[in-house]
């Protein structure tokens, strides 16, 4: 007997309150409406963005939900009008959606859908389907989504435009990596700011986010790149994948940026803030030269007061500028990444520090807090 049809009950990481960690419960998921696809996850990671939501100062918090956003699955049933998939088929949720109608979908310049509305606070958009109902219940109660995707569940329901269909090969274990952190970091690098040959780029931040920049600053042809972190044991990896300088503030006698400035002769060309927080965007900003300087925004911090800017310096040539996955639209260009990865044009491999099963959910937010992972795959 199959499932088409009939709500499916699984397992999942459910999300009660603040400040507390995930519980993995058993949850209904419900069957696609129309234009929406139920999906079985397979492998699913997380990244500071879903630890967010449960943080005891973020305000705009909404519970219960299931979080998660990048994972990769198989497709198991399609509803009405859905006519881009069907069972079987690989493929990747997409927190950034793409509806290929509006003004930003229509446009070369960005990646945004008119799908999200609350640019203010992202992360409260897509919380629940287009009929505005939610297709989870665990105990009674309706769940939330997440981003539109909610991959910390062994199904889950999205929309056919938060969904792009990889080849029937793609090894999901690490396409997965492309439904955020590798796209959003490697994306930064040739989508936003254009890296270009001969250049000196400063990545702030080793996680996943800031060792996909790193491989694009590589592939960029960058002759010099300068991987900063508070975990110094993560700088063997960074040199084996391209940097030619690793420094942890720590152990400086003085401001990061005033270091790279010293060591660059007047600073970076191009610096990537993958942490989030006015301090290390401060430190990145000033780490650029003028006379061009590019500092890209990757990473949010919770809390952050934002960062103060004075005329002056953009006067002199530097420019601020941030993205969001990289820039990417989402169901044109994962397909490409994926078969760039298949064709060993970059090594997905290098951001996989640790693979769990998905009931070890706890230990890998651990993980993460403590800075000892870079991306840990949950499987199911």
Known sequence: MGTKGKVIKCKAAVAWEANKPLSVEEVEVAPPKAHEVRIQIIATTLCHTDAHMIHPQYEGAFFPVILGHEAAGIVESVGPEVTNFKPGDKVIPLYMPQCGKCK?????????????????????????????????????????????????????????????????????????????????GYGAVVNVAKVTPGSTCAIFGLGGVGFAALIGCKLAGASRIIAIDIKSEKFARAKALGATDCLNPG?????????????????????FECVGGAKVMRAAMDSITVGGGLCTIIGVNIGDKGLNISAVELLMGRTLTGTSFGGWKGMKSVPKLAADYKNKKFNLDALVSHTLPFDKISEAFDLMYQGKSIRTILLF
């Open 251 to 271: 152990d400086l006698d003085k401001p990061i940026q005033e270091v790279i400035v010293e060591i660059t002769s007047g600073g970076v060309d191009f610096a």
């Open 104 to 184: 930003f979908c229509l446009s070369p310049h960005t990646n945004f859908c008119g799908k999200l509305r609350n640019f203010r606070n992202p992360l409260d958009d897509q919380k629940l389907m287009e009929d505005k109902s939610s297709r989870f219940t665990c105990k009674g109660k309706p769940i939330y989504h997440f981003m539109g995707t909610s991959t910390f569940s062994q199904y889950t329901v999205v929309s056919d435009t938060n969904l792009v269909k990889v080849d029937d090969d793609a090894n999901l274990e690490r396409v997965c990596l492309l439904g955020c952190s590798f796209s959003t």
